[in-house]
């Protein structure tokens, strides 16, 4: 379902894959995060990092009754708190939705698939 944004020369729509890969690439920008990691694979108890052209597959965005909801999945760096981490991201994820499309993001919940060193 994709985001019509309204302006007064026309409209504009946004695809989710589009919103999936700011969001991630948003993400990415935090501290302590090493990278994002695929929601649908899981070998092995090995969570796959993804790489920057891959984004939008670490990135699930629901629309919900209540709102926009935005699942990332995340690898964190070891040795950072990881609840500092999750909390960093989803300040920046919905400041940056918000910043770029006006975009209110109601939830973003934070899976941590796995930690790996730096």
Do not use: W
């Not at 699930?60 to 981490?85: A, C, F, M, N, Q």
Request: some cysteine; aromatic content about 8%.
């Amino acid at each position: 379902m994709p985001i019509e944004l309204a302006y007064e020369k026309g409209k504009v729509h946004v695809s989710d894959q589009v919103v999936a890969v700011l969001a991630g690439s948003a993400a990415l920008d935090c501290y302590g995060l090493v990278g994002m990691s695929s929601r649908k694979q899981f070998k092995d108890g090995i969570s796959e990092l993804l790489g920057r052209e891959n984004l939008s597959r670490g990135v699930e965005i629901r629309y919900e009754p209540d709102g926009l909801h935005i699942d990332l999945y995340i690898i964190v760096s070891y040795g950072t708190k990881i609840s500092e981490v999750a909390h960093n991201v989803q300040n920046r994820v919905k400041y940056v939705l918000n910043e770029v499309f006006g975009l209110k993001v109601d939830f973003v919940n934070i899976i941590v698939q796995g930690v790996r060193g730096a």
